[in-house]
């Protein structure tokens, strides 16, 4: 035991931030490139039909904007025709949601899997069918998507909420506020700031809200989205990927 953690529980918190951080243990290449391989014809084997799955995505999607005062049907429709539009190359609105600081989780993710490919072996035949499998039954880039519109949704409800005091805002958002221990003064902090406009649409922009001396309402506002989405779009975490 090393300051009362024992050296178990430090190897697994190494190996979940070397996860993370897109690093790969060299003394477990070997072993990993196998169990990658075995990984990767469970894929084959057993995810060739998952898209029946995302039958009820939509409906978890709904139910969670609903939820925090969302357009339920305008998210659930945007997230398709972005996973349409991303589809045929075009991701203008991926570009837009990261301007305005959402979906770099989607770009961090993919930065660390380039880094962990990187710095292991060339993939086997099974993981090459396995990337082929999961680009043809269409769930990566609908998870991203949902997520996206999800997160572009909420950025527009809190900014046409921008011009209410907290007493104003209706029981759900004060309610998601308490949770997240945003305060009244916070709140006020966070709707001074500017706006971006989109198509004539305005959005609360992180960027802006995270400016000056306003950190805290920012992490505070953002783990909140964010916990949201992982409510509507449920993904995989650290933990899950470092195992």
Not at 25 to 54: C, K, P, W
Not at 149 to 157: D, G, I, N, T, V
């Amino acid at each position: 035991r090393k300051d009362g953690i024992s050296v178990g529980k430090m190897d697994a918190l190494e190996h979940r931030y070397n996860n993370v951080m897109g690093r790969v243990g060299t003394a477990y290449i070997d072993a990993a490139q196998a169990m990658s391989e075995i990984r990767g014809f469970n894929v084959v084997a057993h995810l060739g039909n998952a898209f029946l799955s995302m039958i009820t995505d939509p409906a978890f999607l709904a139910m969670t904007a609903k939820f925090n005062d969302l357009p339920a049907l305008k998210t659930v429709i945007r997230g398709l025709r972005m996973a349409v539009k991303s589809g045929m190359g075009n991701t203008e609105e991926f570009r837009f949601a990261t301007q305005i600081g959402f979906a770099a989780d989607y770009a961090m993710d993919r930065m660390s899997a380039a880094a962990r490919f990187t710095d292991t072996r060339p993939g086997g035949f099974m993981q090459r069918a396995s990337d082929l499998t999961m680009r043809l039954n269409f769930m990566h880039p609908v998870t991203i998507a949902n997520r996206a519109a999800f997160q572009l949704e909420y950025a527009a409800s809190l900014a046409r909420d921008a011009g209410k005091p907290y007493d104003q805002l209706s029981k759900a958002r004060q309610e998601a506020f308490k949770q997240a221990m945003i305060t009244p003064k916070m709140w006020d902090d966070i709707r001074a700031k500017p706006l971006t406009i989109r198509d004539g649409v305005p959005y609360m922009d992180m960027n802006a809200v995270g400016s000056g001396t306003n950190k805290e309402e920012a992490t505070r506002l953002f783990g909140l989205i964010h916990q949201e989405t992982d409510y509507a779009v449920p993904t995989p975490g650290a933990e899950s990927r470092a195992l």
